[in-house]
């Protein structure tokens, strides 16, 4: 017998179990934890082959959007510049920084 120590609001009081309740307690939790296992180990074999395929194509579409925008890339202005005009209210311009000549201080 396993003596259980119960304390609520009416106070502290004795209870016992017996020795096959609580074998019959930790054969259950382990069943359900076997279960719950099983399954999950199902629903990773039943969905691996999905989530592989959808990886490959999601590689496969991203190097074809890579390929497609390295070839506009290379085919527009020499300047590396996109061949698509400026929106509007957009002023391009290239610009040089021209630096003074520079007199020693006279301290």
């Not at 609001?9 to 209870?15: D, E, K, L, N, Y």
């Not at 957009?90 to 006279?106: G, K």
């Amino acid at each position: 017998m396993i003596r259980l120590l119960i304390n609520d609001r009416t106070g502290t009081r004795v209870a016992s179990l017996p020795r096959w309740a609580v074998w019959l307690g930790v054969a259950a939790a382990a069943g359900v934890g076997l279960l719950i296992a099983v399954i999950g180990f199902s629903l990773i074999l039943v969905l691996a082959p999905f989530v592989i395929a959808a990886g490959a194509l999601a590689r496969w579409r991203l190097k074809k959007a890579l390929r497609e925008m390295q070839a506009r890339q290379g085919a527009g202005p020499a300047s590396g510049r996109n061949a698509r005009p400026a929106p509007a209210g957009v002023i391009d311009a290239d610009y040089r920084v021209i630096e003074e000549a520079r007199t020693p201080d006279p301290r």
